[in-house]
């Protein structure tokens, strides 16, 4: 069972956030909207627990006292460049594109869409390959191309800035 799940703090969006992030990953659902139950907000969503590739996160509708920042973010593991993409052009429609694979999606929510061939490169026993990937790594706006990061490990051209 698990027993560490993050909240995510919302401001009146929890439930679109939800139903969003639920239709952007594989294996994922909302499992239970709770309401207000008295106040100024009775009836409206306090809470959302819902599901993304079977990783538990509850949606908070607490107001506007607090914002996301990019101290937190959550990856996204990618076996190919198509998920790259996938993943990539869905959650920054809206948002923001950063360095590095980061981006924030139309919430404020901050992803690393990260192809596990640059994690694997960047554990190679080969320091010279590891220095050039790290700059690929490094020279990135926006999503990775994993052909620009092997080119750079391997040494066949120079790092290039990847949009």
């Known amino acids: 069972m698990q027993t560490i799940h993050p909240m995510l703090w919302f401001d009146g ?3 679109e956030a939800a139903k969003y992030y639920v239709s952007v990953f594989p294996n994922s659902e909302i499992r239970d909207v709770v309401p207000y139950g008295g106040g100024e907000n009775e009836g409206k969503v306090m809470t959302v627990e819902f599901i993304l590739d079977g990783q538990k996160f509850v949606a908070l509708n607490g107001g506007p006292d607090f914002k996301f920042n990019e101290s937190v973010s959550f990856v996204i593991p990618c076996e190919s460049q198509a998920e790259v993409d996938d993943f990539w052009n869905t959650l920054v429609d809206g948002g923001t594109p950063s ?3 980061w981006l924030k999606d139309r919430f404020g929510l901050s992803w690393q869409v990260v192809p596990t061939a640059l994690t694997r490169m ?7 390959k590891v220095r050039r990937v790290t700059a690929a790594m490094l020279a990135v706006v ?4 994993i052909a620009e990061l092997e080119a ?3 040494g066949t051209r ?3 800035a990847v949009l």
Do not use: I, S, T
């Open 13 to 15: 969006q929890a439930e």
């Open 99 to 101: 360095y590095c694979g």
């Open 122 to 128: 960047l554990e190679d026993d080969d320091p010279e």
């Open 142 to 145: 926006g999503k990775f191309d």
């Open 152 to 154: 750079a490990f391997d």
């Open 158 to 160: 120079e790092p290039a």
